[in-house]
């Protein structure tokens, strides 16, 4: 008797960490079934505790494999447990509030499969109005990363070339988990991501690894999805306390690891004076205790 053959593994993972985004993921996950090639794509929902109906949706779409986290893990932590599972050599890396079209997958791909210097590609996102925002950029200088923890949208946005129609692929920075496909290989070369990050700066650091390698990022035009403004509700004073620390410490690492330990702590200082100089005392206290978004934090979100 033939023994029976083992299924080909999917050809990529598509990775999308959720918290309270159930209408979000309802319409990422749709959009990822209309997708062609739907047989070779494995799609895996870490789910960071949510307390929102996102708890019934493994039933409405059976096809993807729903990880429930007992504690809001953030995305790094979230993202390393899903890389774990996963069974692609090629992960698709999502946010929940992105729609992809059908041929999306497909041609990032193809894309990634031509270009043996890629470490990771990404599509080009339009607003639901059909228009470009900002969504790639030049990584950051260490004088930029106190700006950073005030205003994190102040990144320096590269604009995207999307004209005439199919340009070719371009190299940009860092593209944030929007939707980025990378090689499974360059991040079990890192040891998976640093959860020295919690749910910020997980992006910021794979970008800069891939740069200190001499690989690229690259955004393809061709390949389109669009991308919706965040469902999320409004959080607590105690909980916007939390997400500022977790960036500071983000932000923190990310300094210390690639500009050296003494501007690591020096930005650390900065972050702790100013939220004593602002009597934010509840701010003060995560800061000083290193609260971040890793199921360790007092608070939850």
Not at 104 to 117: F, G, H, M
Not at 142 to 148: A, C, F, P, T
Not at 154 to 180: C, H, K, N, T
């Amino acid at each position: 008797m033939d023994e029976q053959q083992a299924p080909a593994p999917p050809k990529v993972s598509v990775l999308i960490v959720s918290h309270n985004h159930a209408v979000a993921l309802r319409r990422c996950l749709q959009a990822l079934d209309r997708s062609a090639g739907r047989d070779e794509i494995e799609i895996i929902v870490a789910d960071n505790a949510s307390r929102d109906e996102s708890s019934t949706l493994d039933t409405v779409f059976p096809g993807a494999t729903f990880l429930r986290m007992p504690r809001h893990f953030g995305r790094t932590k979230a993202l390393n447990i899903a890389t774990r599972t996963a069974a692609a050599e090629l992960l698709l890396l999502m946010s929940p509030d992105v729609e992809i079209g059908p041929d999306t997958v497909r041609t990032l791909i193809a894309t990634l499969e031509v270009e043996p210097d890629a470490v990771a590609v990404c599509p080009l996102l339009r607003s639901p109005e059909g228009d470009v925002p900002p969504q790639v950029y030049q990584l950051p200088q260490s004088g930029e990363l106190y700006s950073l923890w005030k205003a994190p949208d102040s990144l320096r946005p590269i604009e995207p070339a999307v004209e005439p129609p199919g340009s070719p692929a371009q190299a940009v920075g860092y593209a944030p988990f929007d939707a980025l496909l990378v090689r499974k290989i360059f991040i079990r070369g890192l040891n998976y991501l640093d959860e020295r990050f919690g749910e910020y700066g997980g992006d910021l650091e794979l970008a800069q690894q891939i740069r200190r390698t001499g690989k690229k990022i690259l955004l393809v035009p061709s390949a389109t999805a669009t991308i919706y403004p965040s469902e999320s509700d409004p959080v607590s004073s105690k909980a916007e306390s939390l997400l500022a620390s977790d960036r500071a410490a983000g932000l923190a690492t990310f300094a210390g690891k690639h500009f050296g330990m003494i501007p690591g702590l020096l930005l650390r200082v900065r972050f702790i004076l100013a939220a004593l100089g602002g009597f934010q005392l509840g701010q003060l206290f995560d800061l000083v205790t290193g609260q971040k978004i890793d199921g360790s934090q007092t608070v939850e979100i």
